[in-house]
């Protein structure tokens, strides 16, 4: 295999990092202070800087980045994009790239209907409204689908939506007109053909944004993740995507490139760490010296470059594979780097930390959110234990069959 970009790859990633140093990088910082000195009820709205950043990103070529059919660059091609998006807090936002909405845009894409397409792809694609994706519930084991509680029944031409989720991301968004709801529609069929996702309005009757959860203290606005009731919500079973009973299948296709493009944003994360350690280690002294020759900081700073680079090519591993053999030929890898890079990026982030000493606590450095995106990230799509479940699943059933 070889990893080396393609000449459009290299192409695309000059642009996003140019555009990212000299478009984001100086608006990012003027936003962050203005959202961090915004009264808490008052985060929560659209920011004209940041939405003229999407309007240059756009004509600029670079939107949409995320989507083979729409870009035309493949997941190993778009990888390194999502990595230079990772060390910047607004770059994934600003290139339409950013999750939930680049998942529920790949589900649309796939596998909506036409109606479907009209009605949600297209303006999510122009970056007119956002979405978010509700599937963990507060009363059960989210991480074991069969437990689910909220009910997608489709009663003759409708479909009738019961339950309540939380943790769905996005959902605090000015602009988040969409709702991907998976939900149990047919608890006695096979345990892969029991869930529906459909695709519910914001603002159907029914539908009710309980509250804005914070995470470690962190609200994450103005998208935020949050918890939502859906009270007899009924919607023609049309809204149904893919039709009944497909909610798993489709929901493990959007998360074989959705983990890529998650785990490369983190190994962008880790770059920003890494360079601040460095920087805060060779600048900043102490007893005399400089903190980097100091506790054996230098051994965690050369650990810290060995763990960033082992985790991106295990992850453009499964990109490739991704690329060349689909969801199938990559199910071990895609649980493989979901363990490997959350947790990589946590201790990476957590050595910055220290280097940094009580400011690395503080907002006045970028490091104390970035430990939270990868702290989080560990329970994100699936928590670590159940993806070494499915590793172990898949390297222990060679010997089975050879029994």
């Not at 970056?127 to 509680?149: H, K, L, N, W, Y």
């Not at 069929?189 to 159907?204: E, L, N």
């Not at 785990?263 to 900043?284: F, P």
């Amino acid at each position: 295999m070889d990893f080396a970009q393609s000449r459009r790859g290299q192409e695309y990633a000059e642009r996003v990092r140019t555009f990212i140093e000299a478009e984001v990088a100086p608006v990012e910082k003027r936003h962050v202070r203005e959202l961090s000195a915004a009264a808490p009820d008052q985060r929560w709205r659209t920011y004209p800087a940041v939405e003229a950043l999407k309007a240059k990103a756009r004509e600029a070529g670079l939107w949409n980045l995320f989507l083979p059919d729409v870009s035309g660059l493949s997941t190993v091609e778009y990888a390194p994009l999502a990595e230079l998006m990772g060390r910047s807090y607004l770059a994934a936002e600003v290139f339409n790239c950013n999750a939930p909405d680049s998942g529920n845009m790949e589900v649309l894409h796939h596998f909506g209907s036409e109606e479907q397409k009209r009605r949600w792809l297209e303006p999510l694609l122009a970056g007119e409204i956002r979405s978010a994706f509700c599937m963990t519930e507060p009363d059960v084991a989210s991480s074991d689908a069969t437990t689910m509680q909220a009910t997608a029944v489709v009663e003759g031409d409708e479909v009738v939506l019961n339950g309540r989720k939380w943790f769905s991301t996005g959902l605090g968004a000015p602009r988040c007109a969409l709702l991907l709801v998976m939900a149990l529609t047919e608890p006695d069929a096979d345990r892969y053909r029991q869930h529906s996702i459909v695709a519910v309005p914001k603002d159907a009757p029914g539908v009710t944004v309980e509250r804005m959860l914070p995470v470690m203290g962190r609200y994450d606005e103005p998208s935020g993740h949050g918890e939502v009731t859906f009270t007899d919500v009924r919607l023609p079973v049309s809204a149904v995507v893919g039709g009944p009973g497909r909610g798993f299948e489709i929901g493990q296709s959007r998360l074989g490139p959705g983990r890529v493009h998650h785990c490369m944003r983190l190994i962008g994360l880790a770059e920003m760490a890494l360079e601040a350690a460095c920087r805060r280690g060779v600048e900043r002294t102490a007893f005399g010296k400089p903190l980097v020759n100091l506790g054996g900081n230098r051994e965690r700073i050369a650990d810290a470059r060995i763990a960033i680079d082992s985790a991106r090519l295990l992850v453009l591993h499964t990109a490739w594979l991704l690329d060349t053999q689909g969801i199938l030929g990559a199910l071990s890898q895609v649980s493989q780097i979901k363990v490997a890079v959350p947790l990589m990026a946590q201790n990476v982030v957590d050595m910055a930390m220290q280097l940094h000493g009580g400011a690395g606590l503080t907002d006045d450095f970028p490091l104390a959110a970035a430990w939270t995106v990868a702290r989080a990230l560990r329970l994100a799509d699936g928590p670590d234990e159940v993806h070494r479940g499915v590793v172990a699943k898949l390297e222990l059933a060679q010997y089975t069959a050879q029994r």
